[in-house]
């Protein structure tokens, strides 16, 4: 397993923007499809963004409309979410999370690939 920290989370106006930062300790970074989750009270967690070993292949959730970007170094270990215009509905913890991956281009979007997850972020937009 990986062990993983966020950062970045906050109190923000809606409209305003927050970008998250996952670090990860591992020696084999690349060996892992990362991705960003978050779950808000009493609802489950969904998937948010994931992207690919390589980096190349990304996903992001129909919901955010344009309004998240997922990105991720290798050489330092790091997988970034930028949130753009958020919204009051955004507010969630935000987990990242890995998964072991077999092709360079894979990426997941179902919670059920990852086994190594952070502590989580608190996002918090108010209106």
């Known amino acids: 397993q990986v062990q993983l920290v966020e950062s970045g989370g906050g109190l923000v106006q809606a409209g305003g923007s927050l970008n998250l930062s996952c670090a990860a300790s591992?020696?084999?970074?690349?060996?892992?499809?990362m991705g960003w989750f978050r779950q808000a009270p009493g609802k489950e967690r969904e998937v948010v963004a994931a992207?690919?070993?390589?980096?190349?292949?990304?996903y992001h959730a129909g919901f955010l409309k344009g309004r998240f970007t997922i990105s991720r170094d290798n050489a330092k270990n790091t997988v970034v979410l930028r949130m753009n215009n958020l919204k009051p509905e955004d507010t969630a913890v935000y987990y990242c999370?890995?998964?072991?991956?077999?092709?360079?281009?894979?990426?997941?979007?179902?919670?059920?690939?990852?086994?190594?997850w952070g502590q989580g972020t608190q996002v918090t937009v108010s209106s």
């Open positions: 999370a890995a998964a072991l991956g077999f092709q360079m281009s894979d990426y997941f979007t179902s919670r059920i690939m990852y086994d190594s």
């Open positions: 591992t020696q084999s970074f690349t060996d892992y499809a």
């Open positions: 992207i690919s070993r390589s980096g190349v292949d990304t």
